[in-house]
């Protein structure tokens, strides 16, 4: 039980900290962020055979894809501070916390981009090295939250 509030606490703090640095790149810096309710209209297309949409945007709409987006975008932030403790197996560290935040961005690189017709690491996008930056420096924050997320809990429990 110990380890799934671990795991909920440094999944939703750390994503909370990506959400920030989103908002930060996207108001401050007018930086492309993800649109979680494209990512939501991709997931709502996947029982239906449908993995890979030149562009996504393009697709059917799928009722709620903005919410599934948002809650799969927080369980996935969960499940990888799971993945996570149960690898370090401890007490975690700031440097496996930013080296598991950083090997996170394979993810999107490999999966999702692909599937939301952007290529393999974002090689389809407008400006792809932008795309891999924001992406890098996106989960580069969500290893340090997830340390942040850790202190938290262990001064809470």
């Given amino acids: 039980m110990q380890l799934i509030l671990t795991s909920i606490i440094i999944g939703v703090v750390a994503t909370i900290a990506i959400d920030i640095w989103a908002e930060i790149l996207s108001r401050g810096f007018k930086l492309p962020t993800t649109n979680w309710g494209m990512v939501g209209r991709w997931f709502g297309h996947l029982p239906k055979g449908k993995f890979i949409h030149k562009p996504i945007s393009n697709s059917v709409k799928i009722k709620h894809e903005l919410t599934i987006g948002w809650v799969l975008h927080y369980a996935i932030g969960i499940g990888y501070g799971y993945a996570y403790m149960l690898i370090i197996q401890g007490s975690p560290g700031i440097t496996s916390a930013l080296i598991f935040g950083l090997v996170t961005v394979l993810v999107p690189w490999f999966i999702l981009q692909p599937g939301l017709g952007l290529g393999c690491i974002a090689r389809l996008a407008p400006k792809p090295n932008i795309i ?26």
């Fill in 132 to 157: 891999r930056l924001i992406n890098l420096s996106i989960h580069s924050i969500f290893g340090l939250g997830l340390y942040a997320g850790w202190l938290i809990y262990s001064q809470l429990f």
